[in-house]
């Protein structure tokens, strides 16, 4: 009888310190288990507000690998520089310096700009030739002579169909960051409620490819200063005659390249 009770607690013991070590592993595995996930967690996290990071336009330029930097201009009068006080102080020369300051690159301006031009009689033409310059940005401005005639179905339909060809040409044989820009018009203009439908096509390219709007109406439809007083002759834009009460004057150039540098710094989604 003894012996029997004896082999029970022996069974018994055994059966409790297989259950233990059954328990205690099965514990560690859990824990191990837990950590793995949370590594596999805290990785995911990482690598999530990696991929989430936003670049702005100034960031990839100065990331890019070349020492320096080509901006190309492509667009009408306003590029040109019509009316500012001089070309070094016209919104184009203005941006380049903004840009040299945010890259801590050495910025060259080599852009094709003529007065009175539009998208789609000059625009969708020259764009190969801003193409050969291997641009590292590119500001394209059109829309104000282009809604010189009116906002008809058909001009509208020839600027957006235009205004599409060049960033698609840009896009796909350049590496340029771009940046459009809106329709130009004084405060109370004859063609201001125009101009904002052919803003509205430059809004609806952007987004479809993710790029910036650099939206003049923000300067001028609130604000008479950034235009006039006619009649000031400017040496460095004396083939034009005489500053005149449309053409942004050198307020308006500031406010432009302002603008353009806002867009420059800007956080967005904007990585090419």
């Known amino acids: 009888m003894k012996k029997k009770t004896f082999i029970n607690i022996i069974l018994l013991m055994s059966l409790i310190i297989s259950s233990v070590t059954f328990i205690t592993a099965c514990t560690n595995k859990s824990e191990k288990h837990s950590q793995d996930s949370k590594v596999v967690k805290k ?36 590029s040109v520089g019509l009316f500012a006080d001089s070309k070094a102080t016209r919104f184009t020369t203005l941006f380049t310096k903004d840009i040299e300051n945010a890259t801590g690159k050495k910025v060259s301006e080599d852009g094709i700009s003529v007065v009175g031009k539009t998208a789609s009689n000059f625009g969708v033409y020259q764009v190969n030739s801003i193409v050969e310059k291997d641009p590292d940005i590119v500001t394209v401005e059109f829309g104000t002579n282009d809604a010189a005639g009116g906002a008809t179905t058909s001009a509208l339909n020839a600027y957006e169909v235009s205004m599409n060809k060049i960033v698609d040409t840009l896009k796909e044989r350049t590496h340029a960051q771009i940046i459009l820009m809106t329709t130009w018009s004084p405060k109370g203009g004859e063609h201001a409620q125009d101009d904002k439908q052919f803003d509205q096509i430059v809004y609806k390219i952007a987004k479809e490819n993710n790029l910036p709007v650099a939206d003049l109406s923000t300067i001028w439809e609130n604000n008479d200063n950034v235009t006039g007083p006619a009649g000031k002759t400017i040496s460095d834009f004396s083939d034009y005659l005489t500053r005149d009460n449309f053409h942004p004057n050198q307020l308006g150039h500031d406010k432009i390249a302002e603008l353009l540098n806002q867009k420059l710094n800007q956080e967005g989604t904007y990585e090419r």
């Open 43 to 78: 990785y995911k996290s990482k690598k999530v507000k990696k991929e989430a990071k936003i670049k702005t336009v100034a960031d990839t330029l100065k990331n890019s690998s070349k020492k320096k930097l080509i901006y190309a201009p492509l667009g009408d009068s306003l």
